[in-house]
């Protein structure tokens, strides 16, 4: 895909479009940033007093094109903080560079976030889990290009990053007591990132589960590594959306539309708990 950051330096992409949404906001400064993955776009209707900001508006952003994902900052109020939520993002498979998958989130860490939260919908490679588990992030592995490739942004971080704890374990344990007021079960796994856009053969997913992933996705990773790099802590909920089939099932097929139904369905249980969690920040 032919976008302005293909002739523009990333860090005045950056700038630029951190400039312009700023100026939308008029004052507001959001504190937590949000990302929504497939079907997981309706946390933003719990959003109030909300400013809808397309990316299309925004100069030298690219456009997310994934079933499920409006395209879309929307920032406004959730659980008592000023907030800056990814309605849809920026994938890999789509075409675009790393740098063009993790701009919204550098233009929001320019922005001021000091928290950002992650959402995928996700295959279990774990075959104790079930469609509908939440699944929080505890570490993961990135099976995609690596973000921080080519040169360093020093004033985003250093060279090389730790990331001994990409998922901020306070955070982790805050969600769990969250989780258990509201009654709700979460899992607690391992996601893989791997770049699609085809989902994942029997024998693929049988690999994964040996690595030690639970659930695969196509997405997160690039995003949690930029806000590490940044020091910024993360909290990440993979929502099951399916479950790896056994390669002896001849009626298994894996479908876009059903997997966006899915994860449409557990979006309360996510939304409840980030709203709660984000209120005890």
């Not at 950051?5 to 312009?20: G, H, V």
């Not at 994934?66 to 929307?74: F, R």
């Not at 992650?118 to 505890?138: E, F, K, P, Q, W």
């Not at 790099?229 to 909290?235: G, L, W």
Request: hydrophobic share 40%; charged share 20%.
């Amino acid at each position: 895909m032919d976008t302005p950051m293909k002739t523009m330096a990333q860090p005045q992409i950056i700038k630029t479009a951190a400039a312009y949404i700023r100026e939308q906001l008029k004052g507001r400064q959001p504190e937590v940033g949000i990302v929504l993955g497939s079907g997981l776009g309706k946390l933003a209707d719990e959003i109030t007093d909300p400013i809808v900001i397309p990316y299309n508006q925004v100069e030298g952003f690219p456009v997310s094109t994934a079933v499920g994902h409006k395209g879309n900052y929307i920032v406004g109020n959730l659980g008592g903080k000023c907030v800056i939520a990814m309605q849809g993002r920026i994938h890999f498979y789509e075409g675009y560079g790393m740098g063009e998958v993790v701009l919204p989130i550098r233009v929001m860490i320019t922005l001021g976030i000091k928290y950002l939260f992650v959402s995928n919908a996700a295959g279990a490679t774990n075959l104790s889990y079930h469609v509908g588990d939440l699944m929080i992030i505890r570490d993961h592995i990135n099976l995609l290009p690596n973000p921080l490739i080519g040169p360093n942004l020093e004033e985003y971080g250093p060279r090389f990053p730790d990331m001994t704890r990409p998922y901020d374990p306070k955070l982790i344990s805050l969600a769990e007591e969250v989780a258990a007021e509201l009654s709700i079960s979460l899992r607690k796994g391992v996601y893989v990132a791997c770049s699609g856009p085809s989902y994942e053969t029997p024998a693929e997913y049988k690999y994964f589960r040996t690595i030690g992933a639970d659930a695969v996705g196509m997405s997160t990773t690039p995003e949690v590594i930029v806000a590490r790099h940044a020091s910024i802590p993360v909290f990440g909920v993979s929502v099951i959306t399916d479950v790896a089939p056994s390669s002896d099932d001849a009626e298994y097929v894996t479908d876009e539309n059903a997997i966006v139904e899915a994860a449409d369905a557990a979006a309360h249980k996510m939304t409840a708990i980030f709203k709660r969690l984000i209120a005890r920040l």
